[in-house]
């Protein structure tokens, strides 16, 4: 396989920068879309349904209603902190575009060696921008939301990386086309604990469902974004359903062979694209179903229940990879009965958090 | 080694999506640890207690429904009822049961209402079990609309009984919604209690002891959690609640999962007394010929029922003028929160919301 598979390094960029592009935002519309229209049977309503045909252009008239808006910067915020933070949430989601194949070979980069590593560095950058936002808005609530952020961050960081080195560990390669290549089965059947462990720890990467203590609106209001309005509240909004589309896409290439799939292979980039929507589903059903953690509790759950099966986790497929030349079928019920067994354990003896804290009046 | 932090002070509210209204709470916080709080109210008074001296008996019992909104049915009745006992007016048999009848569909409304925002406070954010709430809130709105025509303010009931006699397709719909509720009510119950995130959150959280229950003088459902055996409904029956056959549920430790696990309950009670009240229902009047322009002998009254939140009561005096000579609201959910700040000191943030969200306050019924 070429490097540039264009010829032309310069239209080659040009080509992919604006796919990216569109991709993203095309993607984040999408998701929107599909979001609030899921939610509407989820809580026995209709969801949006006027803006055109089946309410499609929701996301549009939000987008054209959030861009009219007056901008407001508070007067004691740091005006370019504050004015630089919603850049920063959203540039990650570029970079890590970049690299990912959309098909065999064809992306910005197409074939970078160390991928996957790469999108683990990148994709920590985001919470920067959003400790910016939380700090240079002089809001109370916004700090909280802030000192929360990067707390999960940097704890669910880890078993979201030990549960990605699993797959690397099997495939015995970083770059993303090779992990796709080295698929026997899906790894989502193949290492069902690391998938649920990557799929847990990205839910709290990207702020959703149960894990969304930054937002946390019955607590803190709205968090980091509490004093943004107009065009950098739409890049904040951007930047969260924008990291969903990034996490569901590497989930989709990690866990569920990415664009391979039955049919022809030109409609490899439409299977990549409904694995994509399908893990993004399923955070949907998460986020409209659960209640939130609360903050001692979501530090319990990353140190104390992810990071210790993460390590299992990862031993176990050592262990498998260094003892079978090749790994056969059957590991997958192994790895089953491994799961089940760990999970069945811990939830029997973990405790969820702390209690009440003593406190001198 | 010890990190030095220092405490800061955050003003929840008035505006605040988890205030219930426009109450306001300052909380001092070490890091995410409520250290302190203070409970402020007053944002919403409208001195209704004022205003009932201006106008006459009968011109009051709308300004009533607007102290707690949601249950705005049972706000009515224990003003009637103070007025009823100070003018010695009887109320026909038909329009007791009926207020029964109502009670406890306001009681059913309410607390589904109550443990919807409860869930919503805990961070079910996106509002999915409030609307499955909504679901059956409606069919309830529905059956006040049929006999009053108003879905919020009802302004039902009347000195000596009640505006009018229900209309003819009110007893099929009422027998209707009593017999598919409680199946309604086991899958909320099976959806939120088997859920080990609300456990997580609610079990041992918020904890008010039964002494300082007692002090405090709570009432409703926020006592009986307490493990308080105490509902005026059959501590000093009022209407004709003696000759209804019912439990009184309470909790033991008197924590956040208590409280919900209390109001549960104390629905299917109410299906139960729904049951006995359509069997028991009389033929009949139901209002008494009481004078329009009511002068009520020189004298006190006070008149209290159980509420959804407690025991509200009206304490009236005349000076045997058309108009009260005073009147006093003892409005539970403000009573209910002076306990609050033991409640969440030492608590996390999301705690104190939580917990706040568990007493079901409505700011309208705290400031009058």
Redesign the interface.
């Known amino acids: 396989m070429e490097l540039w598979p264009l010829d032309n390094y310069w239209a080659h960029f040009g080509l992919f920068a604006v796919i990216i592009i569109v991709f993203v935002l095309m993607g984040v519309m999408a998701y929107i879309y599909v979001e609030r229209r899921a939610?509407g049977p989820?809580?026995?309503?209709w969801g949006p349904n006027r803006a055109g045909p089946f309410g499609i252009l929701q996301p549009v008239a939000d987008a054209i209603k959030v861009l009219l808006k007056e901008d407001i910067v508070p007067n004691k915020a740091d005006k370019w902190v504050h004015w630089l933070a919603p850049v920063v949430v959203f540039l990650p989601i570029l970079m890590i575009l970049a690299v990912v194949p959309f098909h065999e070979g064809h992306g910005l980069v197409p074939d970078l060696n160390v991928g996957i590593l790469y999108v683990v560095a990148i994709s920590a950058l985001g919470v920067v921008g959003i400790f910016m936002a939380g700090w240079a808005s002089n809001n109370?609530?916004s700090l909280?939301s802030a000192m929360r952020a990067i707390a999960a961050m940097i704890s669910y960081e880890i078993p979201l990386v030990l549960s990605i080195i699993g797959v690397v560990l099997i495939t015995g390669s970083l770059s993303m086309n090779d992990i796709v290549a080295g698929h026997t089965i899906p790894f989502f059947l193949l290492t069902p604990l690391g998938f649920l462990i990557f799929l847990l720890s990205a839910m709290s990467e990207i702020n959703r469902g149960?894990f969304?203590l930054m937002e946390?609106?019955?607590?803190?209001?709205a968090g980091f974004h509490i004093e943004y309005s107009g065009m950098k509240f739409a890049m904040f909004y951007l930047a969260e359903y924008g990291h969903a589309l990034v996490m569901s896409a590497i989930a989709a290439i990690l866990f569920f062979r990415g664009w391979e799939g039955p049919g022809s292979e030109y409609i490899g980039v439409l299977w990549f694209l409904v694995k994509t929507l399908f893990i993004f589903v399923v955070l949907i059903w998460m986020?409209?179903?659960?209640?939130?953690?609360?903050?001692?509790?979501l530090m319990a759950f990353a140190w104390k229940f992810l990071f210790p099966l993460a390590l299992i986790n990862l031993l176990v497929v050592g262990a498998e990879v260094v003892a079978l030349e090749e790994i056969p079928w059957w590991v997958l019920f192994v790895n089953f009965a491994v799961a089940f067994v760990l999970i069945l354990l811990w939830s029997k003896f973990f405790k969820?958090?702390g209690?009440?804290?003593?406190?001198k009046? | 080694m010890e990190v030095k932090t220092e405490p800061?002070i955050?003003n929840m509210g008035p505006q605040?999506?988890?205030t219930h209204g426009v109450f306001r709470m300052r909380v001092t916080f070490?890091g995410?640890?409520?250290?302190?709080m203070e409970p402020i109210f007053g944002y919403l008074h409208r001195g209704i207690e004022k205003l009932a001296e201006t106008r006459t008996y009968a011109q009051f019992i709308p300004l009533t429904d607007r102290l707690f909104y949601l249950a705005s049915m049972a706000q009515n009745h224990p003003y009637v009822l103070a007025v009823e006992k100070l003018a010695d007016i009887p109320v026909p048999e038909r329009a007791e049961y009926l207020r029964v009848i109502m009670d406890e569909l306001m009681r059913i409304s309410s607390h589904l209402m109550a443990v919807g925002f409860f869930?919503?406070?805990?961070?079910?954010?996106?509002?999915?079990p409030l609307?499955?709430m909504y679901?059956e809130r409606e069919k309830i709105l529905d059956l006040f609309e049929m006999v009053c025509g108003q879905r919020l303010t009802y302004n039902y009931m009347r000195v000596g009984g009640l505006s009018q006699d229900v209309p003819q397709e009110f007893m099929p719909a009422l027998k209707r919604f009593v017999a598919e509720m409680p199946g309604f009510i086991d899958e909320y119950d099976q959806l939120l209690a088997e859920?080990?995130?609300?456990l997580?959150?609610t079990k041992?959280v918020g904890i008010l002891p039964r002494e300082l229950a007692i002090n405090a003088s709570a009432s409703g459902p926020v006592l009986r959690a307490s493990g308080v055996k105490w509902d005026i409904r059959k501590a000093d029956p009022y209407s004709v609640y003696d000759r209804f056959d019912f439990d009184i549920p309470t909790g033991e430790v008197g924590d956040n999962y208590d409280r919900y696990r209390v109001r549960i309950e104390e629905m299917r009670q109410s299906l139960r007394i729904l049951n006995q009240a359509i069997e028991q229902l009389p033929e009949g009047e139901v209002r008494a010929k009481v004078p329009h322009l009511l002068r009520p002998p020189a004298g006190e009254a006070y008149g209290r029922i159980e509420t959804p939140q407690g025991e509200l009561g009206f304490y009236l005096v005349s000076d045997n003028s058309i108009a009260p000579y005073r009147l006093h609201v003892r409005a539970p959910s403000l009573i209910n929160l002076t306990a609050l700040r033991d409640m969440v000191?030492?608590?996390?943030?999301?705690?104190a919301?939580a917990t706040f969200g568990s007493i079901d306050i409505c700011v309208a019924e705290v400031d009058r």
């Open positions: 939610f989820f809580q026995l309503r109370k609530y909280i149960p969304d946390a609106d019955s607590e803190i209001v986020r409209v179903t659960f209640p939130r953690l609360r903050i001692d509790q969820l958090g209690g009440r804290v003593e406190v009046v | 800061f955050l605040h999506p988890s070490d995410e640890v409520v250290v302190d869930t919503n406070d805990l961070g079910c954010s996106v509002f999915t609307l499955y679901r859920n080990e995130i609300l997580a959150r041992g000191v030492g608590w996390k943030l999301a705690d919301i």
